[in-house]
């Protein structure tokens, strides 16, 4: 990891990148830079990753037989649907997020040319 960790702060200061003296963003890129498709589908299928999962559906459920309630009732006020909805997608976003989506998340700041974990090993490193 240390030798990642020096490839990306060189990576990120050849590119003049404002993110290098981020500790918390090194953090992240660091652990982004280690973590491959088979660990993140190894944390995705953890079984207190998936009582997690379970539970973001779960809410999204009950949020959803509120607002049907709410509408039903005739007391679903726009401001609060809005928020609703709004609360609903986050939570279907977390439950569904994969490496990928997390990977395009960082693509402006991860730097061009740095090797994801599974090309790394492919290369033999």
Same mark, same amino acid.
């Given at each position: 990891?240390?030798?990642? @960790?020096?490839? !990306?702060?060189?990576?990120?200061?050849?590119?003049?990148? +404002?993110?290098?003296?981020? +500790?918390?963003?090194?953090?992240?890129?660091? !652990? !982004? =830079?280690?973590?491959?498709?088979?660990? %993140?589908?190894?944390?995705?299928?953890?079984?207190?990753?998936?009582? %997690?999962?379970?539970?973001?559906?779960? $809410?999204?459920?009950? =949020?959803?037989?509120? !607002?049907?309630?709410?509408?039903? $009732?005739?007391?679903?006020?726009? $401001?609060?649907?809005?928020?609703?909805?709004?609360?609903?997608?986050?939570?279907? #976003?977390? =439950?569904?997020?994969?490496?990928? @989506?997390?990977?395009?998340?960082?693509?402006?700041?991860? +730097?061009?040319?740095? +090797?994801?974990?599974?090309?790394?090993?492919? #290369?033999?490193?």
């Amino acid at each position: 990891m240390k030798s990642i @960790d020096g490839e !990306l702060a060189k990576r990120l200061r050849e590119a003049g990148h +404002p993110m290098v003296d981020r +500790p918390e963003i090194r953090r992240q890129l660091l !652990l !982004l =830079a280690e973590t491959d498709p088979i660990q %993140f589908n190894l944390w995705r299928n953890h079984p207190v990753t998936e009582l %997690f999962l379970r539970y973001l559906h779960h $809410s999204r459920i009950e =949020a959803l037989l509120n !607002l049907m309630a709410q509408w039903e $009732s005739g007391g679903l006020v726009l $401001s609060e649907e809005h928020a609703l909805r709004g609360r609903l997608q986050a939570l279907h #976003d977390a =439950a569904e997020t994969q490496l990928t @989506d997390i990977r395009g998340h960082y693509e402006g700041v991860y +730097p061009p040319g740095m +090797p994801w974990p599974e090309d790394r090993k492919k #290369d033999g490193d």
